[in-house]
């Protein structure tokens, strides 16, 4: 299964743009228009992932992680087995934005917003593929470091099990950021029996404390 | 070592001590101490399967990965020699000291200094030769600054062989972008001893690289592939010892020495390629056939006319005169963008004013200017100690500019080109000035050569410059110029460089001239033509000449000039019609907004005008913005058309030689821990047109950074952003680092996870939703 980027939805960037449902003007559609296909034209997606038996106390068979936090275990509560994943733009894009914002920063802002909705769509089509490849069996949703109470700190255990840098050229700050900043780790589960869409409303989203809809007590619509 | 051999390496080292035991987690150098014997046996299988070279079971012995596990990098790394040399007991064997990627990205991207990535290298190469390794190898890097600062720690503090492997993806570069001539240039320039690949792709996929690689250097070749590509989801490698060894074989018909084996290879692969390659030879190789220099992402090749800009640099130039006075190298690196853009190849970079610390400018400009453009440098300077800082510092192959005939300069600059591998610009001059025949510039030239290559250096990278005098003034030295330049390139078969620029000095419509000269100078055999890339004039004899001499191929790139090209001076004299400052800024307008500046610049004061066109005119942006009748992308290009006015505004100023106006200084960082920044940079363009002085200290900023510029500069504003839940808890140690400080100043922050109140708690005095009311605070607070 290679990563997939085929379009970057507009809504989307939208979204992470903060736009508030005002009217939204042709030349800033253009521009919508353009920066996803500079993105599109950019990016180099790239993925690696593995699957892992689920022992008791969650534990990743042949490995000595345990996820950590209370709602990562009721989230796979079902499951027997988990797929671990990381995902990236690559440093295409990362140079894109940050080059970008010397010369046109408004540009820059809107690939920004291109790279988040890209990388989402990416992994949103990984786990399409999966999700067929694994048919008869479920999938549950993504679940990243950072959702709920599962810590950042997991990024460590993750990029060492997935040997993330050196496979998609992903780098861990000290402070578990990831470099370049458009990319993704997260834990699929997998299961006999179908899994429920827990990644919908606020206290599944990863932007929960981050977002600007919430705090004025509005939410983003999805 | 000698490589008309093939020398083995070994295997796969982590699974093998996976598989021997070691938890996932576990700092694998640690069993170097805790359990030796399990590393060497490890090693021992090897050795047994035919491994003449043992890498040190040392790759994540540095400060920062192993910090924590209780032994220092010395005891890791003396350890592993031990383990190693134990194994190959009874056996020839050499003893390779590995040293694998920090574990941090380094500068632009990440936060390590390459200083700070020098030191770690360092203290791993000084444990690494005091415990007897017979030869250093850095492998599995993909950032080519990173590799260039452990050869540099390597060489600078032992006399062992130096080896390099580098980490590339099916499409011929690394993860960083790294391409394959750009690592073939720089390592070969760093004086490493033998260059490669390692891990990465499996044997089939690597040899494509290898093939590449040889037509860029000399030296020995180095491959240690994985075993084929893994399996996503188990992990596990596909490809079998014998097909490993197979692949490998062909390996050596192209000339490659050195091989071994990486991920998922283990003894019974090493085995199998030592059957295989038992009695042959590495096949003999023919010499490089290409050369030029590079930054870490583009090579520019010779061969072909490569421009070189000339705009960053000072003389003559007031505004970029008072931006070098100013520490402010955002204004040089927007000439390097701009430069690029225009078509520059190579970028030269002057940045001598007097009473100026020239080292540190130098420094910190290619430092800047890399992280911005991918083109190769040309460091500048008279100031040997500023072309080495410059040199250092740069990720990449340069050029040095200049050298000339004089005996003590070329004494004194040559090493330094030999030592950091870049090409060097030789001029024709010497103790008695500029010869004015062609014949006797030539001879200096012969003389410039001759030094060189006594240092060391290759004649590929030897350019001569024969110098280009006004024709205003001497006349008959154009021609002059034409003839020696000829020769050298005829006759020496050197690469020649020129300014032309200087050619119409004191004559009227001077580019006609200039474009005249460096035509006839290409047709004489120019390759680096030193010009202003954004005179399109210039840019358009070049394409033109690339055409005619067969360099562009199909016309392709002259046709894709001229296709797209508006039409003349359209732009220059757009119709500004009845609009206002105030229309031209709403709309995001930059180049009206600079001609109506321009014109209102005629009658008012810079002062004036700032006051009462362009604040005002952002005013009232920001008041939309707030009712959200426009959104974040309209305000930054309202932002930035301001800026088109504010610039008219401060080159007016400088060329009075006058102090900026300023309304005050603004301190504004990322805190540390945190590494999103598009916030703050959005504040900081906003800041800036209200006529603030900005001070960036970028991301990821440490507490006591934000204080000693606040103390020095004596700022009364400080602002904070952090996007991360986990990242306000170092916003709030850099608020009361402030406090500490008892530095008397006002905090303002902003970011995605603050509130009004979580701002009070953790002692801000005030919070910023978005860049507007950040401009509010700062009118309240610095008025």
């Given amino acids: 299964m290679e990563a997939r980027l085929e379009s970057i939805p507009h809504t989307e960037m939208l979204r992470y743009l903060s736009y508030h449902g005002s009217f939204l003007p042709e030349e800033i559609r253009a521009d919508l228009e353009r920066c996803e296909g500079l993105m599109l034209r950019t990016a180099r997606p790239r993925l690696v992932w593995r699957m892992f038996a689920l022992l008791p106390d969650s534990l990743l068979e042949g490995t000595d992680y345990h996820p950590g936090g209370e709602d990562i275990r009721a989230f796979l509560y079902d499951c027997d087995s988990v797929i671990v994943m990381a995902a990236t733009l690559g440093i295409e894009a990362e140079n894109l934005i940050r080059r970008t914002a010397g010369k046109n920063l408004a540009d820059s802002v809107i690939l920004d917003a291109a790279g988040s909705a890209a990388i989402e769509a990416v992994c949103d089509n990984f786990c399409e593929d999966l999700a067929a490849a694994f048919a008869p069996r479920f999938l549950t949703d993504r679940f990243s470091p950072g959702y709920g109470d599962m810590p950042l700190s997991d990024q460590r255990a993750i990029f060492s099990l997935l040997d993330v840098s050196r496979r998609i050229g992903v780098s861990l700050s000290e402070s578990c950021l990831m470099i370049p900043q458009k990319s993704v780790t997260a834990l699929i589960g997998v299961s006999d029996r179908p899994q429920p869409k827990r990644g919908r409303g606020c206290e599944a989203c990863g932007n929960y404390e981050n977002c600007c809809y919430r705090k004025e007590g509005k939410s983003c619509g999805i | ?783």
């Fill in chain 2, 1 to 783: 070592m000698e490589y008309d051999r093939i020398v083995l390496l070994d295997g796969a080292m982590g699974t093998m001590l996976q598989a021997a035991g070691l938890p996932m987690g576990q700092v694998p150098e640690l069993w170097n101490i805790t359990q030796p014997e399990t590393v060497s046996a490890i090693q021992r299988q090897y050795v047994e399967a035919g491994s003449r070279v043992l890498y040190t079971n040392t790759f994540g012995a540095n400060r920062y990965k192993a910090s924590g596990c209780g032994h220092s990098v010395a005891e890791l790394v003396s350890a592993g020699v031990r383990c190693a040399r134990a194994a190959g007991e009874g056996f020839e064997i050499k003893v390779a000291l590995d040293i694998g990627p920090i574990g941090q990205l380094l500068e632009p991207l990440g936060a390590l200094s390459f200083e700070e990535a020098y030191d770690i290298f360092r203290e791993i190469v000084l444990a690494g030769a005091e415990a007897g390794a017979d030869l250093i190898v850095i492998e599995t890097m993909s950032d080519l600054y990173e590799m260039k600062a452990a050869v540099l720690a390597a060489k600078e503090n032992c006399d062992l062989p130096v080896w390099t492997t580098m980490t590339f993806e099916k499409t011929g570069r690394s993860f960083l972008g790294v391409t394959v001539p750009a690592m073939a240039l720089t390592l070969t320039g760093l004086g490493v001893d033998a260059l490669g690949f390692n891990c990465s792709l499996g044997p089939k996929e690597l040899l494509s690289l290898i093939r590449e690689l040889r037509e860029w250097t000399d030296l020995p070749l180095i491959l240690k592939p994985n075993a084929g590509l893994p399996d996503p989801a188990t992990g596990k490698y596909h490809i079998t010892p014998e097909e490993f060894a197979f692949e490998l074989k062909e390996a050596i018909s192209l000339g490659v020495s050195v091989l071994g084996g990486c991920c998922g290879t283990t003894p019974d692969f090493i085995r199998a390629l030592a059957e295989a390659v038992r009695g042959s030879s590495p096949a003999p190789r023919a010499p490089k056939v290409r050369c030029g220099v590079c930054s870490a992402t583009a090579a520019a090749e010779l061969g072909g006319v490569r421009v070189i800009g000339e705009r960053i640099n000072p003389t003559g130039k007031k505004r970029f005169q008072q931006a070098l006075r100013e520490g402010d190298i955002d204004y040089i690196v927007q000439r390097g963008v701009e430069q690029q853009d225009a078509g520059a190849d190579i970028l030269d970079v002057n940045v001598g004013l007097p009473g100026l610390d020239e080292p540190d400018m130098m420094r910190r400009t290619v430092k800047a200017l890399q992280a911005a453009v991918d083109l190769p440098l040309q460091i500048d300077s008279s100031d040997p100690t500023a072309i080495e800082a410059g040199l250092r510092a740069c990720c990449g192959k340069a050029i040095v500019n200049s050298v000339n005939g004089k005996r003590e300069v070329l004494e004194r600059i040559l090493p330094l080109c030999k030592k950091y591998g870049a090409a060097v610009v030789g001029l024709c001059m010497d103790e008695t000035g500029i010869p004015q025949s062609a014949e006797a510039r030539v001879a200096i030239a012969r003389r410039i050569l001759e030094a060189a290559l006594a240092h060391g250096i290759e004649k590929d990278d030897v350019y001569i410059d024969c110098l280009t005098l006004t024709v205003s003034a001497q006349q008959e030295q154009a021609a002059e110029t034409l003839r020696a330049l000829r020769t050298v390139k005829e006759e020496m078969g050197l690469h020649t460089v020129l300014g032309v620029s200087n050619i119409s000095f004191g004559l009227p419509a001077r580019e006609t001239i200039t474009r005249s000269f460096l035509t006839q100078a290409l047709y004489a055999g120019l390759d680096l033509p030193i010009v202003n890339p954004n005179q399109s004039a210039m840019m358009d004899a070049v394409a033109a000449y690339r055409v005619l001499s067969g360099e562009d191929r199909g016309s392709e790139a002259y046709i894709r000039r001229f296709a797209s090209a508006p039409a003349p001076d359209a732009a220059a004299h757009m119709p500004t019609g009845e609009m206002s400052i105030g229309e031209a800024i709403m709309r995001g307008l930059k180049q009206e907004t600079a001609a109506l500046t321009a014109a209102a610049l005629k009658s008012m004061s810079e002062l004036e005008v700032v006051d009462t066109l362009l604040i005002p005119a952002l005013d009232r942006v920001g008041e939309r913005y707030e009712r959200e009748e426009i959104f974040l992308p309209q305000l930054i290009n309202a932002a930035n058309a301001a800026c088109a006015g504010f610039e008219l505004v401060k080159t007016s100023i400088a060329k009075r030689g006058e102090k900026n106006v300023s309304k005050g200084k603004i301190v504004l960082a990322t805190v540390q821990g945190d590494i999103h920044d598009i916030g703050k940079n959005i504040v900081r363009v906003v800041l800036e047109n209200y006529g603030y002085t900005v001070i960036d200290l970028g991301r990821d900023v440490p507490p006591a950074t934000v204080v000693e510029t606040a103390v020095r500069e004596n700022v009364r504003l400080v602002g904070l952003s952090a996007l991360m839940t986990t990242t306000v808890a170092s916003m709030a140690e850099t608020i009361a680092a402030l406090h500490r400080s008892g530095h008397d100043c006002k905090i303002m922050v902003g970011g995605a996870v603050l509130t009004e109140d979580y701002a009070a708690q953790i002692g801000a005095d005030y919070y910023a939703k978005d860049a507007k009311q950040s401009a509010d605070i700062a009118k309240r607070v610095l008025g």
